[in-house]
């Protein structure tokens, strides 16, 4: 899950920089965009991509995610709600058509493949772009769930950029993160 101040922090960025517009990719409960799409103006464009009834994991994420979306646009955002797979050419279609935007949440399969097409697909159409779980550190011993290559695909991409920052506040500094970077 998310680390409260991560979140806060990725918020802050979104003040600072001034974004009215907000794509995020795997929005799970809608906690994290709820959260982001406070930190921006009333009527900002909001657009949540996910998979429909949740994943194996989560199936109940569904519900709680329309809720999130409707109380979104009942507080005045500009909300959009896409489900399926983020890699899926009707889904980027769907997305583009909405875009570009000034900041993009990437937070979906966090295997190396999925990221690298999120980053390929909706990286370009966002001035500031955020992934989550960048500090994620998987124990020796641990051998369930699914896979977690954030941190070697976020070393890969950083370097590349002018300006990147980094929110790593879980009190373990094994988990979550969040990794900045501005492509302008």
């Known amino acids: 899950m998310q680390v ?4 806060d922090a ?18 799970k409960f809608g906690g994290s965009l709820e959260r982001l799409a406070s930190a921006m103006p009333v009527g900002s464009r909001v657009v949540s991509v996910d998979l ?25 955002y500009d909300t959009h709600l896409i489900w399926g797979d983020s890699t899926a050419p009707d889904v980027i279609a769907q997305v583009r058509a909405l875009g570009p935007f000034d900041a993009v949440f990437i937070d979906a399969n966090h295997t190396t493949p ?12 966002g001035k500031i772009v955020a ?19 954030v941190p070697e695909f976020w070393h890969v991409i950083k370097f590349a950029r002018k300006r990147v920052e980094e929110f ?17």
């Open 131 to 149: 992934f989550h779980d960048i500090a994620w550190h998987r124990a020796p011993d641990w051998k369930e769930g699914v896979r977690i290559d």
């Open 4 to 7: 409260a101040a991560e979140i």
């Open 10 to 27: 990725l918020a802050e960025v979104f003040r600072k920089e001034g974004v009215k517009s907000f794509l995020e990719i795997g929005s």
């Open 114 to 125: 999925y990221l690298w097409k999120d980053w390929e697909n909706y990286g370009s159409i």
């Open 52 to 76: 429909p009834r949740g994943t194996r994991a989560w199936p109940q994420s569904e519900a709680e995610l329309k809720a999130t979306v409707s109380k979104l646009r009942l507080k005045g």
């Open 168 to 184: 790593r506040f879980c009190p373990t500094g094994k988990n979550n993160g969040i990794g900045v970077l501005w492509r302008s």
